[in-house]
């Protein structure tokens, strides 16, 4: 059963940063027991260890040493989800509505795509970002605020972890 859609920085800042696989093992062994929950995006799971052509061919065990994440999340059978042809309309004509570009302080292109994916889906958005209010311009909306404004549910990583009853 598909319940979020997680954004890029839900894995990368979660397994870099916050909580690395070698101190919290038993925390991504149970994140992987709900794979079938976690919705990955295709653009979302290109951005995760993007393994450059050079490498596709390399030993697994090369690949593993190079592309922790991305490995992990092969092995433990976590899929990408092609983006619907829907969510990517919708979330071009959000690019225009919340000014995103390369430069913008806000959303990014695969944080709107993730967005879309969950509003068409009705599911959860789960992101790190953070922001209480609207800031006056648009361009500078984070994820939570595109949420509330698209009424999308988001919440936060531990949010997540607590409504999977995920305890370390």
């Known amino acids: 059963m598909e319940l979020y859609c997680v954004d890029t920085s839900i894995f990368i800042t979660a397994w870099y940063v916050l909580y690395p696989a070698k101190l919290f093992p038993s925390l991504w062994e149970q994140i992987a027991a709900h794979r079938d929950g976690i919705i990955i995006i295709k653009p979302v799971y290109d951005e995760i260890d993007p393994l450059p052509s050079a490498d596709r061919n390399l030993p697994s065990g090369e690949k593993s040493k190079k592309y922790p994440l991305r490995t992990w999340l ?33 959303a990014s292109k695969n944080d709107l795509r993730t967005i879309a994916c969950a509003k068409l889906r009705d599911k959860t958005v789960v992101s790190f970002a953070k922001q209480v209010s609207f800031p006056s311009e648009r361009s500078r909306y984070k994820v939570p605020s595109i949420c509330r404004e698209q009424d999308v549910d988001c919440i936060d990583f531990i949010g997540m972890l607590t409504q999977l009853h995920i305890r370390v």
Do not use: I, M
Request: no cysteine; hydrophobic share 25%.
């Open 74 to 106: 092969t092995e433990h059978g976590f899929r990408e989800t092609p983006l619907s042809a829907g969510a990517e309309r919708l979330s071009l004509e959000w690019e225009k509505a919340y000014e995103t570009s390369g430069f913008s302080k806000g």
